[in-house]
């Protein structure tokens, strides 16, 4: 694993890239401090790291989390004939 500062993210970025790429994670630091990473992703990761960081998405499975807890669930089939508990 590398650590860089913003500087060399600027300077090198296509080489720091290619690093990732291979799988090779990065740590960025902002004025000394770790504020981001670089990780490899592939085409098959895409979705799942969609999901897994869309602001909505995570409110949304939050939300149901809440209902399942207070029992407040449609069964499929009682969904799909149009019937609510």
Known sequence: ???VNTVELKNKTNK????VIKGEPLIITYRGKPSASLL?????DI????????????????????DIKANRVTSLDEYLLGKKR
């Open 1 to 3: 694993m590398r650590i």
């Open 16 to 19: 720091l890239l290619h690093e």
């Open 40 to 44: 490899p992703l592939t085409e098959d």
């Open 47 to 66: 979705e799942d790291f969609i999901i897994e960081n869309s602001p909505s998405i995570r409110k949304k499975i939050k939300k149901a989390e809440e």
